[in-house]
């Protein structure tokens, strides 16, 4: 029979300090998604109020002027802001959520999997990845669809707006920040454990995460087994019957 307790291996402490993660950050998920949804309800009405101010743009015929082509159609839109230099104009930048760090994989790949998470599923919608950078950066998602796209819609200019943005994408960076230093914590707790029943006595919550052991089914004996394998190579393997 296998024992109760077992080798802990890195792969498993991995696997568990993953899961302690998301655990201890889940928490934070909606009540993020929920300052991402304001941000993009109050993005789209602003945008929208825009285009129904300009002429022959009444919101009753956006459909049939989308369809003719006449003007061109959006749903989407990943926003930037004004970022102040000293003694130099103003530089338009992209508002950034979370950055990814060059050469830091274990790091980038937590962040990815607290944003891929179930709690954070709010969260991820108002997220795009760079192509090329990385990062992760906001995504302003219209709720009615495709709308009229304007030029320069993607700077916001409303200070309102833009300090709601900028709150949203700090908050989620501290809590990825948070994430990163406890998963490091928690790795220093299990490594400090070499076996499950060490787990069980100083991390009890991370025990209940190791893969328990399998009961082992009665297995034959050594002996039993290789006169097993001897009579299959004297009278040869049984057929595979084919399915009908």
């Known amino acids: ?13 991995d696997d568990v300090a993953n899961k302690l993660t998301l655990q201890a950050v889940a ?11 304001a941000l993009n309800a109050q ?14 743009l009444d919101k009753k015929h956006w459909h049939e002027l989308m369809q003719a ?3 061109t159609a959006t749903a989407s839109c990943e926003p930037n802001y004004l970022v102040p230099r000293e003694d130099k104009e103003p530089r ?5 959520a979370v950055f990814k760090e060059y050469k830091k994989d274990q790091r980038n790949d937590l962040i990815g999997r607290v944003l891929g998470s179930t709690a954070y599923s709010g969260v991820s919608q108002y997220l795009t990845r760079q192509r090329h950078e990385g990062h992760w950066v906001l995504s302003m998602k219209s709720p009615a669809g495709s709308v009229p796209r304007l030029n320069q819609m993607a700077l916001i200019t409303d200070p309102e707006l833009e300090t709601m943005a900028l709150m949203a994408c700090a908050e989620l960076a501290g809590v990825v920040e948070a994430a990163i230093a406890f998963r490091a914590q928690a790795m220093s ?3 400090a454990c070499r076996t ?34 001897r009579n299959m190579l004297s009278q040869g393997v049984p057929p595979v019957l084919a399915q009908a």
């Open 92 to 96: 338009e930048t992209q508002i950034v």
């Open 189 to 191: 707790v299990l490594l």
């Open 43 to 56: 993005f789209w009405a602003k945008h929208c109020a825009a285009v129904e101010a300009l002429p022959g």
């Open 1 to 13: 029979m296998q024992s109760k307790h077992f080798t802990i291996t890195n792969a498993m402490r």
């Open 196 to 229: 499950s029943r060490q787990a069980e006595d100083l991390f009890p919550e991370a025990a209940k995460l190791l893969p328990q052991p399998v009961k082992n089914e009665k297995a034959l004996a050594p002996t039993e087994l290789a006169a097993n394998v």
């Open 69 to 71: 082509g006449a003007v």
């Open 27 to 37: 928490q934070h998920g909606p009540r993020i998604a929920a300052d991402l949804a």
